[in-house]
């Protein structure tokens, strides 16, 4: 097979930034474009997906009005493009006029355009199976009701026997939502078919067979055909069995994702199972020979056979015993002459479990096709019983585990977040309550956030989860899924993936109508448009973290406004609910229709990130940047000519500080960095930070006793605050940033624990769990509000090139850097402002011993470090007077200078 033709990144940064380059750069991107396409294979250019080639093309001959117009495009528009032709589809993009491109170049091939399809949900209704979902031309819109319906059939494998179905149209706005993309509507591409197994007998009877399922969409002059994708959980997601009679089977199944139907005959149905002594009985529907259990060792089927008496065979629970590790899969099949044919369940009431040894069970289990499966495993709590009362969900079912310090943990599928409900166990049963719109996190009640919470036990005093026993639930109760509940803030639903784990997925706070890359570019271009011709409000906007907490100078400048009475309304923006407010203050949901009235029509914004690109401040509109941070690492227009610079962000920096009364600067060393960093345009403030005043405030020590009192910290220990922040080089992919734990918690634990406590704070970009968290040492700390009443409470602060620094020096404690990455941060992943060794108002560090070391000496650390660190404070804590928010506050109700 050729090797796949890739362009070189060094090609492809050069393209990519274009717009922003001069003429000597596009010269050499012209040049380096033109040797690597006349360097390439015959056919290989057409290789490359359609936008890269026609970038590529255009840049090698120069065309740079068009190259520009394309990448520009591009950005706006990831993964998406126009296509055009009736019969032979054609690449379009607006700002290269047709023609332009050649037709080895702008054609589009099938794989290019293909028919995308997906399943969304599978049931059966009255005796017949209903399929729901959608299907669609990629790149091809279908904003209404198609012009000719999805056409949808049968076809029997090894025959050309078709059985035509029937399809009926509906609108789908999921089919937009998953395309990712902002340019095209895919909303009339849903269908509905209906498959009735009784139009596939033959004759009298039924005959064994696989159905494969085509489905046809019209497109440039021809049918595109395909099947149908599965979905990722739940009905859409997951095989089906259902006996048609006694003797015939029905599964609906996927091969390569895609969905097929087999009908099979019924051999043998599972009717029950008991345990007779050191032996498991299983009870059958029908008389076989003999039983056979297969597993797989080391890649190899092992096999053991087991008599059959009649319809009762007998299997010593000591031959199912094969591991002391994880679940193992034991395979059943009856053999009855020749014919060896796999054990049904199609009444999930008959599955269970029999304890063997001290932890581990045998159960008795069912496949998602309704095979019969046996596991070894660690005993498993099983789900028997799901009902929502008055906003709880309850559970309950089987569990024969250690019944003693017992936590249930629902931990999120994405971010590996982790809550811990009470749980319930004995007799051989549990009961749990879950109340997902009331988590107590430091006081504050609110809902889950949006995703999927797996629910696992486990041992209230391990260490992280690595040894969890996953939740199941029972397949008497798939059938019942999806479990839906309207809550209080967001709707919530209990469903399945990997067949059988259970999960609690929270709706989104945004509405259909709002969610996806092209709600959003139409709220952006139609409905943001038209309100910004009503008259401004007179109400505050704030912004902190995008909306992620109720903190940092956004906080305080409410704090101070609310303090004067000022007559305006107060609205803060909220990601996802996860932002508990104080009374008069309202809550707007993060991308939501009201948040973008708000971005039109208020009069105030105060934020503490950048806004979108595509803002506008109106005129009589005060926006009021706060920033967040005194700069270490090195930002903005600072790293061109470094990897990290991204030029079209920096490009649009001047834009960016247009739409700014004032930016406010922390100190006068950042004071030139921001104007340079941010090609800053606008009046630049040099107030100090708003945050910052809470050191100075006269009644922090009763806030900071008020924030000990939240967190439950036992009184006479030491605080340590650990606040590191991200590594732009681990992650698992594109912005979700792992957590780089170098400190040994253990050991700070062992030698610490007695008369220290360490509060844990995730930078946001950071996910993962916090391993010790909750076990009385490590608190995890990332959800509480505001990181400035943490300081309050702290008595050592320990982080690396977080600028925490900056503000916790307001305090005059004392200060640890563990940078345990130093060189490699500064010299290849950021670039520093200063030599950190040289002026770090305290020690660096570099193993968790050192660290150790120096919590134990920390008197020690504060005498030797006393002159730096008075250094530092004068350098990097100026102004520092308590009255920044009253500065920013009076020039923000100036208006504009």
Not at 524 to 537: F, I, M, S
Request: with cysteine; aromatic share 8%.
């Amino acid at each position: 097979m050729a090797a796949k033709t890739s362009v070189p990144d060094d090609l492809q940064r050069l393209i990519r930034y274009l717009p922003e380059s001069d003429q000597e750069e596009r010269d050499r991107a012209g040049e380096a474009a033109r040797s690597f396409v006349d360097g390439l294979p015959a056919g290989a250019l057409a290789s490359l997906p359609p936008l890269t080639r026609s970038r590529l093309w255009l840049t090698a001959h120069r065309r740079w009005d068009e190259a520009v117009a394309l990448v520009r495009f591009e950005r706006d528009n990831p993964g998406a493009f126009h296509v055009r032709g009736l019969l032979s589809p054609v690449l379009e993009v607006p700002g290269v006029a047709p023609g332009v491109l050649p037709k080895e170049v702008a054609g589009l091939s099938d794989k290019e355009i293909p028919l995308v399809t997906r399943l969304t949900e599978m049931v059966w209704e009255n005796g017949v199976l209903v399929l729901r979902g959608y299907a669609h031309v990629l790149n091809v819109p279908v904003p209404g009701r198609p012009r000719l319906p999805v056409l949808a059939w049968l076809t029997r494998k090894g025959s050309r026997k078709r059985v035509p179905l029937k399809t009926v149209h509906r609108r789908e706005p999921l089919a937009t939502l998953h395309s990712k993309q902002g340019l095209h509507c895919y909303d009339g591409s849903g269908f509905e078919i209906v498959v009735d197994p009784a139009r596939l007998r033959s004759g009298a009877g039924w005959e064994p067979g696989t159905w494969s399922l085509t489905l046809a969409v019209w497109a440039f002059g021809r049918a595109r055909r395909g099947g149908l994708a599965a979905g990722e959980v739940g009905t859409a997601g997951h095989a089906h069995a259902r006996g048609l009679d006694d003797r015939t089977l029905w599964v609906s199944g996927f091969t390569k994702k895609r969905l097929e139907f087999r009908v099979e005959p019924l051999r043998a149905e599972l009717r029950g199972h008991r345990r007779e002594g050191d032996d498991l009985v299983l009870d059958l529907s029908a008389p076989v020979d003999r039983l056979v259990v297969s597993r797989t060792e080391d890649g190899t089927e092992v096999e053991t056979e087991h008599p059959v008496d009649g319809t009762s065979a007998r299997v010593p629970l000591d031959a199912l015993r094969v591991s002391t590790g994880a679940t193992r899969e034991l395979r059943v099949r009856t053999v009855t002459g020749r014919d060896r044919s796999p054990v049904t369940v199609l009444d999930g009431s008959v599955t269970g479990a029999h304890p063997v040894g001290d932890d581990r069970e045998i159960s008795v289990g069912a496949s998602a096709e309704g095979r019969l499966v046996l596991h070894d495993r660690v005993r498993q709590p099983v789900v028997e019983a799901l009902r929502w009362e008055q906003g709880m969900l309850h559970l309950s079912g089987t569990y024969t585990g250690p019944s003693r310090d017992r936590v249930l943990v629902l931990r999120h599928g994405e971010r590996f977040e982790e809550i811990r409900v009470p749980v319930t166990i004995g007799d051989g049963r549990f009961e749990a309550v879950i109340d997902p719109d009331h988590q107590d996190f430091f006081g504050a009640l609110l809902p889950l956030r949006q995703g999927r919470w797996y629910l696992s036990l486990r041992a209230a005093d391990r260490w992280d989860h690595h040894e969890d026993v996953p939740v199941k639930i029972s397949p008497a109760l798939i059938g019942s899924l999806p479990l839906r509940h309207a809550g209080k803030h967001r709707g919530y639903t209990v469903d399945r993936r990997f067949h059988d784990r259970v999960f609690l997925a929270p709706d989104s706070m945004l509405t259909l109508e709002e969610k996806g890359a092209y709600r959003q570019r139409l709220l952006r271009e139609e409905y943001l448009r038209a309100r910004r011709e009503e008259p401004l409000r007179e109400a505050v906007l704030y912004t902190s973290f995008t909306g992620s907490q109720f903190s940092d100078s956004p906080r305080a400048v409410y704090e101070e406004l609310a303090r004067r009475g000022v007559d305006v309304e107060h609205v803060w923006t909220v990601r996802d609910g996860q932002v508990a407010l104080p009374e008069g203050v309202t809550g707007v949901d993060y991308s939501s229709r009201e948040w973008y009235e708000a971005l039109a029509r208020y009069r105030y914004i105060v934020t503490n990130v950048k806004m979108p690109d595509w803002f506008l401040r109106r005129e009589g509109q005060t926006v009021v940047q706060t920033w967040h941070g005194t700069p270490l690492k090195k930002i903005g227009a600072d790293l061109l000519g470094t990897p990290k610079a991204n030029r079209a962000y920096i490009a649009n920096l001047p834009h960016m500080s247009r739409q700014w009364d004032f930016l406010v600067s922390p100190n006068t060393f950042s004071t030139p960095i921001m104007r340079n960093a941010f090609s800053c345009e606008a009046e630049i403030l040099e107030s100090g930070y708003p945050r910052n005043d809470v050191f100075h405030a006269p009644d922090r020590d009763v806030r900071a006793k008020r924030v000990r009192q939240a967190l439950g910290l036992p009184e006479g220990k030491r605080v340590v605050l650990y606040a590191p922040t991200w590594r732009d080089d681990q992650r698992y992919g594109g912005k979700r940033f792992k957590l780089d734990l170098q400190i040994d918690l253990p050991a700070l634990r062992e030698e610490l624990g007695e008369d220290h406590v360490l509060l844990f704070r995730k930078h946001p970009k950071v996910l993962d769990s916090i391993p010790g968290a909750g076990q009385g040492f490590v608190w995890d700390v990332t959800k509480y509000p505001d990181i400035a009443d943490l300081y309050l409470i702290a008595d050592v602060l320990v982080t690396d090139y977080s600028s925490a620094f900056f503000d916790f020096a307001h305090s005059g404690r004392p200060m640890l850097f563990y940078t345990y990455d130093l060189e490699h941060y500064r010299d290849t992943l950021r670039g520093f402002y200063f030599d950190l060794g040289e002026k770090a108002p305290g020690p660096l560090l570099k193993t968790s011993e050192e660290l150790i070391a120096a919590l134990k000496d920390l008197d020690g650390i504060v005498e030797e470090y006393r002159e730096r660190y008075e250094e530092f404070v004068r350098d990097f804590c100026d102004p520092s007077d308590g009255r920044a928010t009253v500065r920013v506050v009076d020039r923000m109700l100036n208006g504009r200078g």
